[in-house]
């Protein structure tokens, strides 16, 4: 490691073990999207200790962290998420959730102890020469925190010349810093499809329109929207993850219910997907003669890192860590992130953090998964760093 970085590693090794217990506090206590409420007045009460000023209610259960030293004109934002998964964990750890069904399954208390192991540092340092606006979202798991924060007035409140978040990833090496210019997350959209036939007698199908028939024609074109319409080098995912219709072998009904997950790693390729389902379904409807209404709802946008920020944020991993410890420009993931809405308004990066890999290592979402502490202390300086460092 860089012997002029050494120091940011040594100081958070001193606090690892305050880390270490701020996060399994938090996994402890899973709370869901827009009920972080403990979460945040956890997070409030230690930067308000540290000498942040502090604004809570940006989005219900979101809160902002401010410090300012010196006179700088630059202002820097670095968020993270709060919120848990409606998963029942299967860790079996003692620090598991002590809520039934819900679970920080995605290490979201991981990532809220990172940053306030840097605020703490940068608290008592106070080595920069600007603002320092630190972000703790909620919902960022399907319900768009990062939305209701910037429509709630997060940056005209707390302005950033640049934003930052870290997002840790099982199957990357434990603390390795992954990076990647343009986009990095997918867009997530979702699609209600209703088939309306007519329903009749299994035996004389004949003197209905069968919509079990009609879906299921839909379902199988449906596969092949992205070998057909998009290009091989381009990402596109279509996907069908439930149908709801009939109760009885020997009924014909007269509904059913598609529901469609739809990924792009491009705004292009969205719109064009968005298209190519309502013709493709208007036209398999048609040919069975069958209605089928569309409800087309779009959820997160591509996360797009921007190329000035993201070359930032790889130069000071490769300052930290040194170039064995950095993944330049890794894969762009198939998953969403609501962060996306925050990079669309300011420019800025988001990057991984390893979590691990191997077969004990599980998956994010999954009910065995916990979040890595021996990257708490890594990620926590890497944060403490890039402040300095972009606040010069």
């Known amino acids: 490691m860089p012997a002029d970085t050494q120091h940011y590693l040594d100081a958070m090794q001193r606090f690892a073990a305050d880390l270490v217990a701020i996060r399994r506090d938090i996994h402890h206590h899973p709370e ?11 997070v409030a009460e ?7 000023q502090v ?4 989005g219900k259960t979101g809160l902002v962290g401010q410090l300012r030293c010196g006179d700088g004109p630059k202002r820097l934002g670095l968020r993270a998420d709060m919120d848990a998964l409606p998963i029942e964990e299967r860790t079996g750890l003692p620090h ?16 809220t102890a990172m940053l306030l192991g840097a605020a703490r540092y940068l608290a008592q340092t106070r080595r920069f020469n600007g603002t ?3 972000i703790f979202q909620p919902a960022e798991e399907n319900f768009g925190g990062a939305r209701r924060m910037l429509d709630e007035g997060l940056f005209e409140r707390y302005p950033c010349d640049s934003v930052f978040a870290m997002h840790n990833m099982p199957g990357y090496p434990t603390g390795k810093l992954v990076f990647r210019d343009g986009a990095m997350m997918a867009s997530s959209d979702y699609v209600t499809v209703t088939v309306t036939g007519v329903g009749g007698h299994g035996s004389s199908p004949h003197h209905g329109r069968d919509s079990v028939v009609a879906a299921a024609s839909i379902v199988m074109a449906l596969q092949t929207l992205v070998s057909r319409n998009v290009s091989p080098f381009d990402l596109g995912v279509v996907t069908v993850g439930a149908i709801h219709g009939g109760a009885a072998s020997n009924v014909i009904p007269e509904k059913v219910t598609l529901e469609i997950s739809v990924r792009a790693m491009s705004a292009e390729v969205r719109a064009l997907l968005e298209q190519r389902i309502k013709e493709l379904i208007d036209g398999q409807s048609r040919s069975f003669g069958v209605q089928a209404e569309v409800e087309y709802r779009r959820g997160y946008p591509v996360l797009i890192n921007t190329p000035r920020e993201t070359q930032f944020a790889r130069e000071t991993a490769l300052a930290l860590l040194g170039p064995d410890e950095v ?7 198939s ?19 390893g979590n691990g890999t191997g077969k004990s290592t599980p998956m994010l979402h999954n009910p065995r998964y916990d979040f890595n502490d021996e990257v708490l202390v890594r990620g926590a300086a890497y944060w403490a760093c890039l402040t300095e460092r972009f606040l010069a």
């Open 32 to 42: 869901l999207g827009f009920a972080e409420n403990r979460t945040s007045d956890l």
């Open 46 to 52: 230690r930067l308000e200790a540290w000498g942040f």
């Open 55 to 58: 604004e809570r209610g940006i």
């Open 96 to 111: 598991s959730s002590c809520h039934p069904g819900v679970m920080h399954a995605c290490g979201h208390d991981g990532h």
């Open 132 to 134: 320092l606006n630190l």
């Open 327 to 333: 993944i330049e420009q890794g894969a762009g993931r």
């Open 335 to 353: 998953g969403s992130e609501d962060f996306a809405y925050m990079l669309e308004e300011c420019p800025g990066s988001y990057l991984f953090i």
